[in-house]
């Protein structure tokens, strides 16, 4: 989708290029992300892609087609762009923010207003409470979304997304991010994103450039970044946690274990002997109507003694130690220290799927890290 050649930006009276020698190649439909500390190309690289900088040398084409033989209004009608600082026209209500490239385009009215109430609907916005508003009438999150609403709103094939997050409080950011990855999925727009985040970069990214004073250092899937770092630089950008920001590219389902023994509650008083039948170190405990209420762990039931009131106590306090089959490692984690428990239960909707223990989470990373 997007090829840069050999790409070189040297400004005059620099002695080093602000890029050099760069070659990347971002398939459809995926998001790159342009990761590196200030000053390394990466926005120069994002600009270069619609001319908004135009390259000293090499060769930059999307579909193909080089785009310093592309009329550069044309070009960038066909790109989304968004940035921190959202760019926003004041004096405009957000509906008539999200209508400029379709008035550009010569839409008729009817259809900008049809498009700007989906995009709206589409970033979680009230319509009717929002696109009569003006961006100073907005949080910094709502205002974000509405410049994403912007740079989608005559469906580009290609967005352009400079730290398109960072203006936001973490909280809005989180949301924000978890929003477009959301969308992502349905949209399958092909993304360059720059942020200078690598938390970030590891999130959203399905492959991930790290740059160096102009230079392209790595370039590859986060999985592979942070499993394999190719040198010093990017083990110490990436951080000495990486095996700990590993947890973020994997779900419960993945290191999840099968669920060998089923305690149902009429069942308590024998759980000792099926846990024993089943070699299970670990029952979840069904209620009267089916529904999962908590775990027994072997630990329990030496806790408890022959004291069924004592083990029905210490079964209560695990009933809300269940996940989802989608939650990621890191979240599973948190929620076995919050709960104090050895084990997770897996669920999908309200079917009992598996368990989850610390040593699963360590065996999944670590049998990864030796792919």
């Known amino acids: 989708m997007i090829e840069l050649e050999q790409v070189t930006k040297q400004y005059s009276g620099q002695a080093i290029p602000a890029v050099e020698q760069l070659s990347l190649s971002i398939p459809k439909g995926e998001i790159c992300v342009l990761v590196g500390p200030s000053g390394c190309g990466k926005s120069t690289t994002l600009r270069m892609i619609n001319r908004m900088i135009e390259p000293t040398s ?203 023994c089923v305690v149902k509650e009429s069942e308590l008083p024998n759980a000792a002997q099926k846990m024993k039948d089943s070699g299970a170190e670990v029952a979840i405990l069904l209620n009267n109507n089916g529904k999962v209420c908590g775990q027994i762990t072997e630990a329990d039931l030496r806790e408890a003694g022959s004291d069924l009131d004592k083990l029905r106590k210490r079964v209560a306090r695990t009933e809300k130690a269940f996940v989802q089959t989608a939650t990621v490692l890191p979240d599973a984690l948190s929620l076995l220290l919050e709960f104090d428990v050895d084990y997770l239960g897996i669920l999908k909707g309200e079917e009992l799927c598996g368990v989850l223990s610390f040593k699963d989470i360590r065996n999944h990373v670590y049998r990864k890290e030796g792919e």
């Open 58 to 260: 090499g060769v930059i084409k999307i579909n193909g087609n080089d785009v310093m033989r592309t009329d550069p209004d044309q070009l960038r009608m066909g790109i989304g762009y968004v940035i921190q600082q959202i760019g926003l026209l004041p004096h405009r209500t957000i509906a008539e923010n999200i209508s400029i490239v379709p008035r550009l385009y010569k839409w008729p009215k009817e259809k900008i207003a049809k498009r700007v109430e989906e995009l709206l609907v589409m970033m979680g916005l009230d319509v009717e409470k929002t696109r009569g508003k003006y961006p100073a009438q907005l949080s910094g999150g709502q205002m974000q979304r509405v410049g994403v609403a912007r740079a989608m709103a005559v469906d580009p094939p290609i967005m352009l997304m400079d730290e398109p997050f960072g203006a936001v409080d973490p909280i809005a950011r989180n949301h924000l991010q978890d929003e477009f990855l959301r969308l992502q999925k349905e949209i399958k727009k092909t993304i360059v994103f720059v942020t200078h985040d690598i938390n970030e970069a590891i999130k959203m990214g399905d492959k991930i450039a790290i740059f160096n004073t102009g230079k392209l250092v790595q370039f590859g899937t986060p999985e592979e970044i942070l499993t394999r770092p190719v040198n010093d630089f990017v083990e110490n950008f990436i951080g000495h946690d990486r095996v700990v920001k590993k947890l973020n590219l994997y779900r419960v389902e993945e290191a999840m274990k099968p669920i060998s």
